[in-house]
């Protein structure tokens, strides 16, 4: 691997973003808790870091963060603290909270369950130059 | 009702971030508390300013560095600095022949108590790579000339134990109070991609 080290980012805080910060957070506290070891932990970083490499457009910090994150995610899922499905579903269900929930007001994982009222209002508002559905034919007589 | 009646989803990682820290929270696998206790604590009370104490002191204090070289994890303790990622500290020593660098060639193991968080160089590909196969084009990228008659030595940390470098003591010093001597120590002069200048007009 060639490239030029990063020198010019020596100085940038430790995180760019609060996800970040919340995810090394996370690390340190489950293997504070005694949920996965250190080694453990390093070995899923470091196999996470071979096989998925910064990539183009995306600078050393991005990538470190992302593969972090996915390490995470890795290590959670193999100690059976939760399952990939169970996070899927729930990312999903954070997705939606914040759709249902108004601007301006704090999001809250109980709003995913509530329909929102004004989705189908927003979509009406979209002009459709397609059908919304189609029923084939299924021939004359 | 009228306008936008709805919040715009956060990014992907955000939400991901959301979903496993609910999904822990909610099976009491950790307290929500201590992960801002956590976040604070590594953005504003451990930092390299810790190490510094430590190559102060050594400099200083004789036996002090000679139990540092010894066993570095007990030394360091001894000022208070433990913790993740310092349970097993390895201090290797600068001298006129040596020069150490420390690197994580796998990911990015770096002794937290006493440097705090690493740079974002310290984890990038490039650095992790070739300061192994040219560490002394590396240093110069960091404005470190390295003497010809100087051994470049490359540490890899790991999940096991972390190194940290004691740099040399500058020229000019002599007489300096620890606290005054630790103020000049850098970051990377720990980690040894950088030198702790001399001092005074001598120079």
């Not at chain 1, 169970?86 to 704090?106: D, E, I, S, V």
């Not at chain 1, 059908?131 to 004359?140: D, K």
């Not at chain 2, 929270?25 to 810790?50: H, Q, S």
């Not at chain 2, 940390?157 to 606290?179: F, I, K, M």
Request: charged share 25%; glycine share 6%.
């Amino acid at each position: 691997m060639s490239g030029t080290v990063p020198v010019g980012l020596g100085d940038a805080p430790p995180f760019r973003e609060p996800w970040q910060a919340k995810a090394f957070a996370l690390a340190v506290l489950l293997h504070r808790e005694g949920h996965f070891t250190w080694d453990a932990w390093v070995r899923t970083l470091a196999e996470e870091i071979a096989a998925f490499p910064q990539r183009a457009g995306e600078d050393a910090e991005l990538a470190y963060h992302r593969q972090f994150l996915a390490a995470l995610e890795t290590i959670v899922a193999n100690t059976g603290l939760a399952k990939p499905e169970a996070m899927q579903a729930r990312k999903m269900a954070w997705r939606q909270a914040y759709l249902n929930t108004p601007h301006g007001h704090a999001v809250d994982l109980a709003a995913a369950g509530e329909p929102h009222v004004d989705e189908a209002r927003d979509h009406d508002l979209e002009p459709q130059r397609a059908p919304i559905a189609i029923s084939p034919a299924r021939g004359a007589g | 009702m009228s306008g936008h009646s709805h919040t715009a989803p956060p990014s992907d990682p955000e939400l991901r971030i959301k979903a496993l820290e609910s999904l822990l929270v909610e099976k009491k696998l950790i307290n929500p508390d201590a992960i801002d206790a956590i976040i604070e604590t590594y953005e504003t009370k451990i930092g390299p300013r810790n190490g510094a104490r430590v190559v102060a002191r050594a400099w200083v204090d004789p036996e002090y560095k000679a139990r540092l070289l010894a066993d570095g994890t007990k030394a360091i303790a001894e000022l208070g600095f433990t913790g993740v990622q310092g349970e097993d500290m390895v201090v290797v020593e600068n001298t006129d022949e040596v020069h150490n660098v420390v690197v994580c060639t796998l990911c990015s193991c770096y002794p937290w108590p006493t440097l705090g968080l690493p740079p974002v160089w310290y984890k990038a590909a490039p650095y992790r790579a070739r300061v192994v196969s040219d560490p002394r084009g590396v240093l110069l990228e960091f404005g470190t000339r390295l003497s010809d008659d100087v051994e470049v030595r490359v540490w890899d940390s790991n999940a096991e134990l972390r190194y940290l470098v004691l740099p040399q003591r500058p020229e000019g010093t002599e007489g300096w109070s620890e606290d005054r001597l630790a103020a000049l120590v850098s970051r990377d002069s720990m980690i040894g991609t950088a030198v702790v200048p001399a001092q005074g007009a001598a120079s």
